[in-house]
């Protein structure tokens, strides 16, 4: 199946955001791009050939996004708390129009698994936890689970602790800790070379929010790669090659 592009409409707006299906059978895998990237680029950077064997066997069906981090985590002129506002536009358009799209594409529901890098990767951990019913695995790599690091200026409120992992994952407790514990894994890789560290912070992001992980008794990898291994493509693909085949 040749991939193409589908424009769905963000819910409350005029603006439609694209989805890129790749591969016609097996797990579905719900894509985040890096940070204000397009469905276009898992694949312009070398994500599906990375594992075309899982693509062209139907063991994966690659499902990849747009983002609207533009608008939201990226637009540096407005505090954090806003950029949380905006951002919860996008998780509706996640629930209210992608879900349904993969669902009706692989003829579901069947239980997706989110995958991303950098920026992406916070994306594909976060959905994971507001949404553990549909995505119970979630893939990050290289990611930053702190939004508080990201530039954030202005009071955080509601909003902003509830899009942080590093706030809300803290804070659980109860029958709704209980039940991640029994539904949700997740997967954090990273590199210890160029630019993990600075100026993206992913290395000492990704070994926290294991701890928190850890904290919490939920289901949880860390992967920890070389000092050669650096914030980049040609990395990811070979993280993505290692991992993705045991689940799927």
């Given amino acids: 199946m040749d991939p193409r592009r589908v424009d769905l409409p963000v819910p409350g707006t005029g603006e439609r955001l694209g989805v890129i299906r790749h591969g016609h059978y097996g797990r579905p895998v719900l894509v985040f791009p890096s940070e204000a990237g397009r469905a276009e680029d898992f694949e312009s950077n070398g994500m599906v050939e990375a594992v075309r064997g899982l693509v062209d066997g139907g063991r994966v069906s690659f499902f990849c996004v747009d983002s609207l981090d533009a608008w939201s985590w990226s637009d540096r002129s407005v505090s954090i708390e806003e950029r949380a506002r905006r951002h919860a536009t996008y998780e509706q358009w996640l629930d ?46 290289s990611g930053n689970y702190d939004v508080g690091t990201w530039h954030a200026w202005g009071e955080r409120g509601d909003a902003t602790y509830f899009a942080n992992p590093t706030d809300y994952v803290a804070g659980l407790h109860g029958d709704h800790l209980d039940w991640l514990r029994s539904r949700l894994s997740v997967l954090l890789v990273c590199g210890r070379g160029a630019w993990e560290t600075h100026p993206t912070g992913a290395l000492p992001s990704s070994i926290r929010f294991a701890e928190l992980l850890a904290d919490k008794q939920i289901t949880h990898q860390l992967d920890l790669w070389g000092e050669d291994v650096a914030h980049d493509w040609p990395w990811w693909q070979r993280q993505l090659a290692h991992h993705l085949p045991r689940f799927c």
């Fill in 96 to 141: 209210r129009v992608v879900i349904p799209f993969i669902h009706e594409e692989t003829r579901g529901p069947h239980e997706l698994i989110t995958l991303g890098v950098s920026m992406g990767a916070y994306h594909a951990v976060h959905y994971a936890f507001q949404r553990a019913d549909v995505a119970p695995l979630a893939l990050g790599l």
